[in-house]
């Protein structure tokens, strides 16, 4: 890449251009186990997987689903919070040569129906509750032939696998539901357990689309941003190059932004698997107690947010005698951080917050300030490495605006999605 005057605000050791790895996101997955494996990958309560382990979950239910019908060309719809059936379903479905679909598991049935229906999803994966509070009421006009329900509890350990049901029947509404088996419904956890043998694994083509990733509708309905293998994967592989002075098998990310939203998809699940990282599973991002309790116990030393989650945090009783000392860098994206929040989360941790930029339709990240070189605080920073930015005039494209006049901001990169 040519040089940009962006350049020189790098970190030493971020280059201009990254020489990218062919690799996919579940070739990752292979190889953080195959370099790593007794290295924990996910946490989740009281629970956890080292990647060894993770990688066979995922093959098991690659089996599994290839039985159901899953292959090249198709669509997975995933609808879950942050449990450790999104990455295992994901880089499952990815390694078929399926399309991902993220969804909100706050979504109406309507939305729901909406969104699977336009990416013409045929297995859906989502929660026993969500089943039967949501997806039933549009059930008959889903184009979905098969169901997969996850328990929150499947994967804890005892004694929170039999004490959570009583819990999660308690919330309004309630997180547990008893869905007797009928056709075309299965259960997550048994088909992992029922499956054996080795799973397809049809070759990957980078350019093919991996994740259909709906925007956020601003402008009018919600379309689905294709996102390629080769988008994903250059994606976190910029992110990593960004964290210039982290260590392989060495971090451990803080998963508490929504994985089926991009900016969590990337930098908090993709970007772990990429580092060969460890992701503590948040479910529920407004327990700050669980927040807290996530960091300290676990030794998050990477935390990607937003500004009223480091707030949040800023204002829980008792957080000055909180353990939060192993932070060590917080990507914060989505509106600017207010100086004095900044300020405080730094106080009370020692870390270092860096605002950063994307979208959807970018894989996400296309700006952030430098880790440890000049940051400006209200800034989404600089282009990251083989990025392109120009800023024109909103009605007329062509014309390139001069610095300090506000336009329209145009970008081009590997991480651009291939269309809508």
Not at 114 to 126: F, M, R
Not at 305 to 317: D, F, I, T
Request: aromatic letters at 8%.
């Amino acid at each position: 890449m040519e040089a940009r005057p962006w350049h020189a605000a790098y970190d030493e050791g971020v280059p201009a251009s990254v020489p990218y790895e062919e690799l996919t996101l579940p070739a990752y997955l292979e190889r953080a186990a195959e370099r790593a494996p007794h290295r924990t990958a996910l946490v989740f309560e009281n629970a956890s997987l080292d990647y060894r382990t993770l990688l066979d979950e995922v093959r098991r239910f690659r089996v599994a689903l290839a039985r159901l019908g899953v292959g090249p060309g198709t669509s997975v719809g995933i609808q879950l919070p942050n449990l450790p059936q999104v990455p295992i379903a994901t880089y499952a479905a990815l390694g078929l040569g399926a399309r991902v679909v993220l969804t909100n598991p706050l979504y109406t049935a309507r939305e729901l129906e909406h969104q699977w229906n336009d990416a013409e999803v045929t297995v859906g994966i989502t929660t026993d509750f969500l089943f039967e509070q949501r997806v039933r009421r549009v059930r008959e006009r889903l184009g979905v032939r098969e169901f997969i329900l996850a328990r929150i509890p499947e994967y804890l350990r005892f004694p929170l696998n039999l004490l959570a049901p009583f819990k999660l029947k308690r919330l309004d509404p309630p997180a547990w539901a008893k869905v007797r088996p009928e056709p075309h419904v299965h259960f997550f956890r048994e088909l992992v357990r029922g499956a054996s043998g080795d799973p397809p694994s049809p070759e990957l083509d980078l350019d093919a689309v991996a994740v259909l990733q709906y925007t956020g509708g601003t402008t009018g309905v919600s379309k689905g941003a294709m996102l390629t293998h080769r988008n994903l994967s250059v994606n976190a592989q910029q992110c990593w190059t960004w964290f210039s002075d982290c260590t392989f098998a060495g971090e451990v990310f803080l998963g508490c932004l929504p994985l089926f939203h991009v900016f969590g998809l990337t930098v908090a699940m993709n970007l772990s698997v990429v580092a060969a990282g460890t992701l503590v599973l948040i479910p529920n991002p407004r327990d700050v107690k669980a927040l807290v309790r996530g960091i300290a116990k676990h030794g998050v030393t990477i935390f990607p947010g937003v500004p009223a989650l480091y707030n949040a945090l800023n204002h829980h009783p008792g957080i000055e005698d909180a353990d939060l000392s192993t932070v060590r860098y917080c990507i914060s994206g989505s509106a600017p951080i207010a100086p004095d929040v900044l300020e405080r989360f730094e106080s009370l941790t020692g870390s270092h917050i860096i605002e950063g930029y994307g979208m959807s339709e970018t894989s996400p990240l296309t700006h952030a300030n430098p880790l440890r070189g000049k940051r400006k605080i209200g800034s989404i920073g600089v282009p990251v490495p083989d990025t392109d930015a120009l800023v024109v005039d909103v009605d007329d494209p062509e014309r390139v605006l001069p610095v300090g006049e506000e336009g329209e901001l145009l970008l081009a990169g590997p991480q651009v999605m291939a269309g809508y």
